[in-house]
């Protein structure tokens, strides 16, 4: 199990490292002319020069990229170029932001799944129909069309909730999840579509099993097997499949913050793009590329636990 778990945290560092040199290079590369764009169309050619000598933007780029990564290394992210903040204050107090809406998001998917899921695999009949056709139409509509439709229903209309702002969870409680409440249904509804669709082909796929026949002519409840045998043997693919969804959710979670005007790191990652804010932009890759680093291993995990050939191979 020990390595097991060594492996994979080897992979996940292997795979951080990739992404961030990646991303590193590509912006850097693509960047054009940095320093014109920080000081300005109007600036003269000798403080462009002076801007991009201050920056260390007139060094090669492999010297530049080996400054990043020993002060990333550290927790230095750097500094923005337009407001003068620390990249890693900045991410690091949008990133619970993010992650509240992503994992909200997540868990109701999860639990929501599984439950319809399991009555649509057990009844069959009308039962599953009505799941499927639910769940391939709230696959098919776009999020942020639902996230649209939730603002003019409850918040414009009925008032039940704020439209945009957040309220931190350590301020307040009640008005924390006010305003994360509406964002985490309009993810999570996309999620469910896409979930149960897996879970109830695992579960058939399941109850056909010889097993199942075996514990039953034991003497063994129906509703037991199902939920102690049947829904274990399904969950390997549930969980890879709840793990795909979570990191499609982090490039969803951008345009649900936009629209309910949250601090996450999706706001500060299309205001970095706009701006040309490299530093910042990198500071949300390496948060995010960590994010699903952790979420893999901790699939991974889980996968191994329920699953013993998982570890072997």
Known sequence: MYRFVL???????????VITTVAYLLLYA???????RIVGPTASQAQVTLKASQLGLDRPLVVQYWDWVTHALTGDLGRSW???QLVATGVTSRVSVTLSLVLGATIIAAVISVVIAVLAA????WVDRVVQFVGVLGFAIPGFLIALGLVSLFALNLKW????????????????AATVTLPIIALSIGCVASVVQQVRGSLIDALRQDY??????????FNRVVYRHVLRNAGGPALAVLAVQFIGLL??????????????????AVAATSQGDIPVVMGVVVATAAIVVIVNLIIDLAQGWLNPKVRLS
Do not use: H
């Open 161 to 176: 909730f704020k439209a945009t702002g957040y309220v931190p969870i350590t301020t307040s409680f009640g008005g924390w």
């Open 212 to 221: 199942v026949r075996t514990l039953r002519a034991r003497g063994l409840s």
């Open 82 to 84: 337009f407001n003068g």
């Open 122 to 125: 057990v009844r069959r009949g």
């Open 7 to 17: 492996r994979r945290l080897l992979s996940g560092v292997l795979l951080l490292f």
């Open 251 to 268: 490039g969803g979670a951008v345009i649900v913050e936009q629209i309910f005007a949250l601090p996450g790191l999706g706001q500060i």
């Open 30 to 36: 693509g960047g054009g002319d940095i320093a014109r």
